[in-house]
């Protein structure tokens, strides 16, 4: 068994707790041989880990199809460790077996290339959440790092079949007036997945107080990303990043708060995604050195903070996982 250098309290509170980070980032790669770090999440005591396979203006999505069906065999091949997670009951499951549970995520709607259709199919691969534009603008809605026009016609109609299929719809990275028509427009909640307080760090990728209330209004929840542009003086520290977790609290409860680490595990594809100016127009250039980042290792330290900060063992348990396990056990069919 993992040793955690974190008191009695929090380490049985943690073994015991649903631990879900609903973002993080593999190589994009169909022959990455980073899949064998998903480890060090499951040594740090996750029960569920939400892995990105593609995004806009990144890469064609027929290679994210790739990424995915790679990622997928690579899981199902290990079934002594890990679990495809397809249900919240392959959740609990994989918690009382000792896996690490993983489902995949999309970031845009750029990958359905125009079809409806293709949300059934990725939910069938095992895609579990889709946000609606990653920075630019695609046929679905606007991008927070675009003129945002708001959700399109098209944007509208996917909302309506993801809720059909029983994905979950996400708004970060998406302008604010695209979010507030996918709010409207949403019969589920909606999550913003891996989004930050905007009154703690000015950022484009950042979202405000109103929109975290309007998301909560949804039955949503917003999920603390662990990338240290998005953190105050890019620090990555468990106190920091804890700090942030305890400003949305203090907006939108505990009832609506996560994890989300968004923890990059190449560096070096980091740093080569960063030139792109189109995709990251107030983050490119080559960088003096890269983000600091919120590592899984961390995670024993978070629930450990959240204790010493006076959070009751329930509040910490719901930030934990019980948040995206309720909205999982209201969307997912």
Not at 1 to 8: I, L, R, S
Not at 83 to 105: C, M, N, P, T, Y
Not at 141 to 161: Q, S, Y
Not at 204 to 218: G, H, K, S, Y
Request: charged fraction near 20%; include cysteine; hydrophobic fraction near 40%.
């Amino acid at each position: 068994m993992t040793t955690w250098n974190v008191d009695p309290r929090a380490e049985r509170l943690h073994r015991a707790a649903i631990v879900w980070d609903n973002h993080t980032c593999l190589p994009l790669r169909p022959d990455d041989a980073f899949l064998p770090q998903l480890e060090r999440f499951h040594r740090s005591g996750a029960t569920m880990v939400v892995a990105n396979v593609m995004f806009d203006n990144a890469i064609p999505w027929p290679e994210g199809v790739k990424v995915l069906a790679h990622f997928r065999r690579w899981i199902l091949g290990r079934p002594d460790r890990y679990r495809l997670a397809g249900s919240v009951d392959d959740i609990l499951r994989a918690k009382a077996e000792g896996q690490l549970a993983v489902a995949f995520d999309i970031e845009g709607m750029a990958a359905l290339d125009g079809q409806v259709s293709m949300v059934s199919t990725y939910y069938d691969l095992g895609v579990r959440w889709m946000l609606i534009a990653y920075n630019r603008n695609n046929l679905a809605g606007g991008g927070c790092m675009d003129d945002d026009g708001g959700l399109t016609a098209f944007g509208r109609e996917v909302i309506h079949e993801m809720a059909r299929v029983g994905m979950m719809l996400c708004c970060s990275h998406t302008g604010e007036r695209t979010c507030r028509d996918a709010f409207a427009c949403s019969p589920n909640p909606v999550l913003l997945s891996h989004s930050n307080p905007r009154a703690l760090v000015d950022h484009p990728r950042n979202v405000t107080d109103d929109l975290m209330r309007a998301c909560a209004e949804t039955g949503g929840v917003v999920g603390i990303n662990g990338y240290g542009k998005f953190l105050q003086h890019g620090d990555a520290s468990t106190e920091n990043y804890v700090r942030h977790i305890d400003y949305a609290v203090s907006v939108v409860g505990p009832e609506h708060v996560s994890i989300a680490l968004d923890y990059v595990f190449d560096t070096e594809e980091l740093a080569a995604w960063l030139q792109n100016t189109t995709l990251f127009p107030f983050d490119a250039g080559a960088p003096a050195g890269l983000p600091q980042m919120v590592e899984p290792e961390q995670l024993p330290a978070i629930t450990e903070r959240l204790l010493a900060l006076g959070y009751a063992d329930e509040h910490v348990r719901a930030i934990l996982g019980e948040n995206l396990l309720r909205v999982a056990r209201q969307v997912w069919k």
